[in-house]
C-alpha cells in the first residue's frame, strides 16, 4: 500500500492504518529504535508508542514524507525512552558520544521554553540540512547515519563496506566544515 493510502487510513481513524504501518516500515522503526536503545524488548515497546503517536499526529499533521515522518517519531520516542533508562548503560555511551562529537559544532543550548530559542532552533536546523546538501554523497550518508540513526562508526564502516578511520575522517571533517559555516552564519 502507498503512503498516501495509509495516510488516508489515518485520516479515517482506521485500524488499518496502523496494520498498514507495520507491514510497510514495522523493520524499518524497529531498526532506528535499536540504534539508540540497543534492547530488542526496549526496540519493540518504543515502536508500539510511535505506531500510536502516529495516530495521535495524524490528522490534524499530514506528512509529505511518511517514511522520515515515521523516523522521527520513532528516533524522539527512543531517545526519550533511552533518557528515562540512563544513557551510559542502556547505550553504551554510543548516544552519548555522538552528541558529544556535535556539541562542539553548536554551542549554547537551545531549548524550547523560550519562544526565540524555539525559532532559533528551527533556523539552525534549516541551516544544519542546507549545510548538509553541500556535502558529498558519501559523506552526508556517513554524517546521517551517525547523527541521526546513531550507529557507531564501526557498524557504518561495515554497512557501507569502508574502514573505520574513513568514517571518522569523513565524520571530523563534516563536523569541522559545519562549524566553520555555523561560525560565519553568527551560531
Known amino acids: ?8 487510513l489515518y485520516e479515517a481513524r482506521s485500524e488499518l492504518a496502523i496494520e498498514s504501518t507495520k507491514a ?32 495521535n499526529a495524524i490528522p490534524p499533521a499530514k506528512p509529505k514524507l511518511f517514511k ?11 531517545l526519550d525512552l533511552l533518557e528515562k533508562k540512563d544513557a551510559e548503560k542502556r ?7 555522538a552528541l558529544d562529537e556535535l556539541a562542539e559544532c553548536i554551542s549554547g543550548g537551545i531549548g524550547d521554553a523560550d519562544p526565540a530559542l524555539a525559532l532559533e532552533a528551527k533556523e539552525l536546523g534549516a541551516t544544519i540540512n ?19 540513526y546513531l550507529y557507531s562508526v564501526a557498524e557504518i564502516s561495515e554497512m557501507l563496506d569502508v574502514s573505520a578511520g574513513k568514517v571518522s575522517t569523513s565524520l571530523c571533517r563534516s563536523r569541522s566544515s ?4 555555523l561560525e560565519k552564519l553568527g551560531y
Open 1 to 8: 500500500m502507498d503512503d498516501l493510502k495509509i495516510i488516508e
Open 24 to 55: 510497510k516500515y514495522g523493520a524499518y522503526m524497529n531498526t532506528i529504535a535499536y540504534n539508540v536503545l540497543r534492547s530488542h524488548e526496549d526496540s519493540e515497546e518504543c515502536v508500539s508508542d510511535s505506531y500510536m503517536k502516529t495516530w
Open 91 to 97: 547505550g553504551g555511551g554510543e548516544i552519548a558520544l
Open 178 to 181: 559545519l562549524k566553520e559555516s
Open 68 to 78: 522520515a515522518f515515521l523516523a522521527r517519531i520513532t528516533r524522539n520516542t527512543a
Open 130 to 148: 542546507e549545510l548538509l546538501g553541500t556535502l558529498k554523497d558519501d559523506a552526508r550518508r556517513i554524517f546521517v547515519l551517525r547523527y541521526f
